[in-house]
Structure formats: C-alpha cells, structure tokens
C-alpha cells in the first residue's frame, strides 16, 4: 500500500468516526428530547386536571354560599365566573352604582373573594381575578360612526366594571385578603364584543352585565421542567 492509498484509508476512517460520532450524539440528544417531553406532557395533563379539579371545587363553594345568602346569581361551576345583569348594578347608560346595586355586591363581593383566598392551594394557582364590563350594540342616539359606537361602549363598559371594582374593596370581605386581592385585580371593558346570544339572536337585557373571572396560571412545558415557577 502506498503513502497516499494510507492516508486516504485514514482519512475514510477519520469521516466514518465522525459521522458515527454525531449519529449517536444526535440519537442520545433525541431520546432526552422525547424523554423531557413525555414527562413534561404528563405532568401538564396532571396539573391541568388539579387546576381544572380546584377550580370547580371553589366554584361550587360559591354558589352554594351564595344561595345561603338568597343571592340567585349566573355562575359558572367549571371556571367560577359569575354574570351579574346590569339592570341589577345601574340605570340605563349609567355607571354609577344604584343603592340596589351596592346591597348586591355587599353580598356577593365577600362570598366571592373570600371563598377564593380561603382555599390557599387554589388562591395560588390565580393569576387573576377580572371584572368585566360589557354593553350590548345597540346605537346611541345620534351616534352614526361603527368607531364611535364601539368606543362609547368600551367606555362605558369600563366605567361600570371599575365602578364595580372600586366598591367590591368597599364590602366586608376579609381584610387579611386585601393585599392579594389587590395584587391580582384586572378590570376590563369589553364594549359589544361579546354579546349573549339567544336563539341566534342578540338578548340585550343579558348582553348588558358585569362578569367576576378567574384566570389559572398558565402551566407550560417549562413550568414542568422545573424552569419557571
């Protein structure tokens, strides 16, 4: 064999180690890839059904406290949100709160904040409480503008949730609760965006609300990895 068959032998042999090398870097990489993901998806799927679990737990707790209280109220027990129809907060076009309105959320604020932060395990996984204000489309007289129309709406829908808001610190709920009220308290306007549909058709009476949400932390792949928390 010659210098040059020898050298060109080794170099052959030096490429097939190379690759060889890097197949089975890129194989290992992999197997930790599918492994991180398997247990990643598992334990979403655990914590999503605690959350989901909790979350319905403290809803039920809710509406129960509230028909103690003979307080009939629209609340959703899978996620806790709870519609309160304006005609029972405000006069027509208005965003202050009526004398009904205030001995309503005198009942409902406490049940709702303090039925949340009493369960610490679900309290935790909040990221926030929103109140939220929304109208119904119809025209304001003399308002001819889609733009305009939708920008009157958004303000007045804002107006009464945070009116709403304003007052909820007001009630007598549980002051030992306050500061984590405060730090997770959004307040929204909606405008028209989501009316309440009956029969294919827009019920304005319903459409007209404020809302009380919770939102749960969202749980990803890197929460599940240990890499945020």
């Known amino acids: 064999m010659t210098i040059k068959s020898r050298i060109q032998t ?3 042999n030096e490429e097939n180690i190379f690759w060889v090398t890097m197949s089975d870097l890129l194989l290992g990489l992999a197997v930790v890839f599918i492994t ?6 598992t334990g979403f799927s655990q914590q999503t059904i605690q959350q ?17 209280s003979e307080v009939s109220a629209d609340i959703d027990k899978m996620t806790g949100d709870l519609k309160i129809p304006d005609v029972e907060l405000f006069e027509l076009g208005s965003w202050v709160l ?10 409902i604020a406490p049940i709702y904040i303090n039925s949340i932060f ?22 304001f007289a003399g308002v001819k503008s ?17 009116a709403v808001a304003d007052y909820m610190f007001r009630t007598n709920y549980d002051k030992q ?23 294919g058709v827009e019920d304005f ?15 990803n792949v890197s929460t599940a990895l240990g890499l945020r928390k």
């Open 36 to 41: 991180l993901f398997v247990i990643a998806m």
């Open 205 to 219: 009476d319903k459409s007209r609300r404020v809302e009380l949400k919770l939102k749960v932390k969202d749980w």
């Open 146 to 162: 889609k733009d305009e129309q939708f920008i009157r709406n958004m303000d007045l829908s804002l107006k009464r949730a945070n």
């Open 118 to 139: 009493a369960d610490k395990e679900l309290s935790e996984e909040i990221e926030y409480i929103i109140v939220q204000g929304h109208t119904d489309s119809q025209m």
């Open 98 to 107: 009526t004398p009904k309105g205030k001995k309503l959320l005198d009942k």
């Open 177 to 199: 609760y306050a500061d984590k009220f405060r730090k997770i308290l959004v307040v929204e306007g909606k405008s028209y965006n989501e009316p309440i549909l009956v029969n």
């Open 52 to 68: 989901q679990k909790a979350q319905m737990e403290v809803s039920n707790k809710i509406s129960n406290e509230l028909k103690k």
């Open 10 to 12: 080794n170099s052959g």
